[in-house]
């Protein structure tokens, strides 16, 4: 059965990090573009990072460009989600995202406040 799996959410400080990591199974992740989304309380579900195949053609949101870096694991069938200079508005349920065949995780909680 596909599946993804996130981990690494919590709570922390406004100029924290966070380190997100989204493992596969049932598939491999080497065929597909990997994406990060989130959705906060109210607001529409957005696209925050994305990465090709062999780590090539990373791209993210505008929010949160030269903060967050996204990365891949082939091997290991697993995505990563580095989180820098953390801010109250990047509250949300971060979820990892195989768009092609749709397949979504459960999500994690990242809760920046202070």
């Known amino acids: 059965q596909v599946q993804l799996v996130e981990s690494g959410g919590g709570a922390v400080q406004p100029g924290g990090s966070l380190t997100l990591s989204c493992a596969a199974s049932?598939?491999?992740?080497?065929?597909?573009?990997m994406n990060w989304y989130r959705q906060a309380p109210g607001k529409e579900r957005e696209l925050v990072a994305g990465?090709?195949?062999?780590?090539?053609?990373?791209n993210y949101a505008d929010s949160v460009k030269g903060r967050f870096t996204i990365s891949r694991d082939n091997a290991k069938n697993t995505v990563f989600l580095q989180m820098n200079s953390l801010k109250p508005e990047d509250t949300a349920v971060y979820y990892c995202n195989a768009r092609t065949i749709d397949a979504w995780g459960q999500g994690t909680q990242v809760t920046v406040s202070s």
């Open positions: 990465i090709g195949i062999i780590g090539s053609s990373p």
């Open positions: 049932g598939f491999s992740i080497t065929l597909y573009r």
